[in-house]
């Protein structure tokens, strides 16, 4: 083969690759704006995202006997997950991090029972359910009144302890 022989032969195939790579894998297909909207369930610390719906300490405490003290135990005292309640004046590396002294913020928590819990079947709370648990969880840990109800207005402003105690790694990109 002579170099001229070559020299076409790669510039052809040159050719040939972008247009194969144009083609290949086709994998899949875009996901829809409808498809993604049950997945969209981010909450920011300052509420945005939080959903419609409230709840009482008082509807939460039936929802945490049946959903989720097999777990955490009788109120939340611990059991095969970690307690989230009482009040521990310090958290620390060996298990003593509780919502009431670590957790930054109200809307956190709730995030995180919506997205997480119960551990057999997260995602699978009704909202109104979530903030009953959020409330439950918040009187048990003495942070909001037996009678507070939580919804998209209140729960933003429950002020945590721990608020003021993390350092923000990369404060610009908020």
Not at 112 to 119: Q, S, W
Request: proline share 10%; with cysteine; charged share 20%.
């Amino acid at each position: 083969m002579s170099m001229r022989e070559v020299a076409i032969a790669l510039v052809v195939s040159g050719l040939a690759v972008p247009a194969i790579a144009a083609e290949a894998p086709n994998l899949g297909k875009p996901i829809s704006p409808q498809d993604l909207a049950p997945w969209e369930i981010t909450i920011f610390p300052d509420g945005k995202g939080l959903p419609a719906g409230s709840g009482t300490p008082k509807q939460g405490e039936p929802i945490f006997a049946a959903k989720c003290s097999a777990c955490h135990g009788d109120k939340g005292t611990g059991g095969i997950a970690a307690p989230v309640t009482p009040f521990a004046p310090k958290a620390s590396l060996d298990g003593g991090k509780t919502i009431a002294n670590f957790w930054p913020y109200a809307t956190t928590v709730f995030d995180f029972i919506r997205r997480a819990m119960p551990y057999n079947a997260p995602h699978s709370l009704r909202d109104d359910e979530v903030y009953a648990l959020t409330a439950y969880l918040l009187n048990l840990n003495k942070l909001i009144g037996d009678n507070d109800v939580m919804n998209k207005d209140t729960l933003p402003r429950v002020r945590m302890p721990n608020r003021d105690n993390f350092i923000i790694r990369f404060p610009e990109r908020i």
